[in-house]
């Protein structure tokens, strides 16, 4: 199964996550839910001047979207904002190019072993389910607009 | 194990279904067990389709040349095939649509219009419309629509532990004051096949409608509207062995005649004037604008194909199937059947849940070995709401499938175990 | 007359046309000439659906498994085409439908369904809707139903006696009271080509929404939806060299955002629980249930061909041939064109009478000959009550249409004048 | 053109039409109109005792419809109501016939010329129309239930 979806890197992630768990304190929490599979995802950030302190989480759903928050833990705690959106951003790019996007490694560290899952779009809102939440997380922080934010990510 | 005998030469069959022979990733060959999803389509469709379009291909019902009449001819044709596949009193009451779902949204919008001459054929505030908890999202949908914008009351049968309807409350949930109850015949979800009889019964005392969702029946058994006693029915042509792009809704004439226009358009009408129309009788009335022609007449050989090869026995290989189904998963340690678990009043479409591992990486992973199963839920989420899981990983099969397919999805089942174990 | 030059190769294009080999009774060939009514479709079309019947087949937006994903990705591949074919601002904003009748109607039935958040998209008392004399009847009947159901009024534009829409009430007609305005592009009966811009300015003015019907427009010329300035569109897949079953409406995205959802079902929505549900963003929102798969992959094939030869040299061709056509059918005594008499703002849809003698006459003796014309009200009554005629013939052109069909038909009309006179 | 629907009978009674033009006295009268080619004929029908005595009739339309009602007039006009029905009935089984069924000239006289409209449906409601009208007129003037009726035939 080289070809798989399931990468070791990915199977990993999922049986050992990483940063997994609700912590305080923290400044933003947002609450996702993909509709169309009942996956969920709850994640919090805690920002400390312009760094990101913590990023934790906690959900259930498929191995995708769990193992996809683990390295989204792994890869933005004690980044800045900045440099954690610009990631967010470039693993967005890779999970809608549908397939015809290179990997950065040097950006998206375990990341890149989602390249594969940009080839099944039912899977790629998987994929995304946490770092959507985070991206919310992250406002709500920032913005002080109170703690918690519930969406159905689509 | 041993498979039982099936009265299908189901390699025969398969013969006929080109995209069969079909090498997925990693030369898997196809296993295909999704079709309560949509089904696979026979050579004899594909080749009408293809006569149709290079041979006779003009609009219908609105030319006097030669291609306009054989079009015309093919797709009348076709609804004489349609009524005759399920026993109905007339060919004037089978519509033709665009997929089930319109069909069904088709009584719910004339319904909710509040066009009709007769009140009976007028929802209201105190009016109540009754579905059930097993519904396709085609069947509830449209009456949450219908009730938001009329004021009826929108309610629904429950579902016992076992996957089936809850008729213990029957005598109180549909009442006086209900105008409709619309429900699904075979589960698409759960394979249950419903007491058709009993609800029917009920309704006639209070003098409510009753609308069959047909869409996981009728391409599986054989079918007689007169019998089933419903005042409607509503089935979909891409899930038995036909096109897409084409439904059927068949109403008692005295139902259809009553009912107001639905979508307004060219040949639907009898008379148009910039101070009023008047409409055209059944079935044109429904079918608005150039119909889905070429694939009415595709339909219509599909028809033509199953009831060639007998759906009697189509129905009897699925059972055989669905019964050996039942015993390959209940043996397999960890997956757990959501639906009935025993072959009293099923059909052949079977879900389950594996432990500890998310539908969506079973579905996956079968997939990998070549196995198309569906997972999530099957537009029918408030089944998996009801039974407390986010969703479950569906196989369904048709008269093409083999019972070496079932073995290939218990095979897939253990490896997809090994996998995550 | 001898014929212009035309800037496509014809002879060429006809070969991708099987049934134009077709031999009619008496071994006449197929002169089509009923274009508008329906078009023929080319091989390529043809052998698109046959690939995706026999190898990729499955169910959309619902599987994780290989067919599935490659028939979603055919699907919404062939969303790409439309939104570039009509320059669309948005993929999103391509609905399937099953026809141009669907498109027009879910505007209508959303519109009327008082279900709209904002009440800019809410129908009521008071409120006016505004068609024009020359429509189909699928953009008649619908806001006629929506008036009644609404209590809104119903108001038209007049023509003007060479077939033309009488502009000259426009202030009044479109007032503050309008809500929308839905009106053809190019008339199926007079081959008018409408001026859009000076409805739009007005319709801007006083805020109402434009609803412009492409049927006969999108498969003739470039089209452009911005620069049109229009609010929504819609067009039919047969007519433009595509499937039979497929249709779509374009809408700004946020028109489509503001309107409610139509038809209730599987995959429009976004989550689905008995007491309430909430509806996915567009274009999903208004495609419930299964969608014509097969014909929007078609018709996905059918713009590639269409692009491929060059719809600005399509229109072009059929300039040509309307011209020649005209002073043909000019020259035959006692044949009278209804519509405009001149290449002024007009397509190659031509109709006319013959005197003394009953179109279906002229249509079935040009049928014997071959001659495949369309005789009738052409779904738009009000046109003949109009001009005092109970019907016309009417002779249509498209890619595939020579100078010598055109020959046909005029020596065809000297053929029934010597048999009636 | 043998194969013509335009038999050379049909184009007769169209050209020449028989008993053509409204007459009194009469007893029943129906204007039937097909609305999709807008062809309209109004008939009327004169009884004495169980004699139609006379059929008139006036409408415009296509050869086919107007030639009909020519027909018409001929066969019906002298025979018994009984008769008439029996002979209308015939006529309508033929143009329902799809092109199968056999005419019978001993019935239906020049009307057996309209064999070949059977196999044009969208014809068959032209050559129908006056008979349908007929057989409202009579009904009319049997159950003397008013002179007039309004119909569209479908
Ligand atoms: C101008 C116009 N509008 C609407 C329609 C309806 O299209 P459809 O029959 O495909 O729904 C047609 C063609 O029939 C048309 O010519
Ligand atoms: C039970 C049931 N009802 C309705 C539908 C809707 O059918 P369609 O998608 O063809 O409209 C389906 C299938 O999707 C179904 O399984």
Known sequence: ?154 | MSAPHSPLDVDRVRKDFPILERRLAGDHPLVYLDSANTSQKPTAVLDTLAEHYTRHNANVARAVHQLGEESTAAYEGARDKLAALIKAPSRDEIIFTKNASEALNLVAHTLASGLADDPHYRLGPGDEIVVTQMEHHSNIVPWQLAAKRTGAAFRWFGLTDDGRLDLSTIGELINERTKIVSLVHQSNSLGTVNDVATVVARAREVGALVLLDGSQSVPHQPIDVTALGVDLLAFTGHKMVGPTGIGVLWGRREVLDALPPFLGGGEMIETVDMTGSTFAPIPHKFEAGTPPIAQAIGLGAAVDYLTGVGLDRIHEHELGLTAYALDKLNAVDGVRIIGPNSMESRGGTVSFVVDGVHPHDVGQLLDEQGVAVRVGHHCARPVCVRYGIPATTRASFYLYTTFDEIDALADGLHQVKRFFG
Not at chain 1, 58 to 74: F, P, T
Request: with cysteine; net charge negative; glycine share 10%.
């Open chain 1, 1 to 154: 199964m080289s070809d798989s979806l399931y990468q070791e890197i990915i199977l990993d992630h999922y049986k050992h996550p990483h940063g997994r768990g609700l912590r305080e304190p923290f400044g933003g929490e947002a609450h996702h839910v993909n509709p169309t599979c009942g996956d969920e995802i709850t994640v919090r950030v805690a920002i400390d001047g312009s760094t990101i302190t913590d990023v934790s989480y906690d959900g259930q759903g498929c191995s995708i979207s769990q193992a996809s928050a683990s390295v989204l833990h792994e890869l933005l705690t004690g980044t800045t904002v900045e440099d954690a959106f610009a990631v967010e951003k470039t693993f967005t790019e890779l999970m809608q190019g549908r397939g015809q996007v290179e990997p950065d490694e040097d950006v998206l560290g375990d990341g890149i072993a989602f390249a594969g899952v940009a080839k099944y779009p039912a899977r790629v809102k998987c994929a995304l389910l946490s770092w959507m939440a985070f991206k919310d997380a992250t406002a709500r922080a920032l913005t002080g607009a109170g703690q918690t934010s519930e969406e159905e990510t689509r």
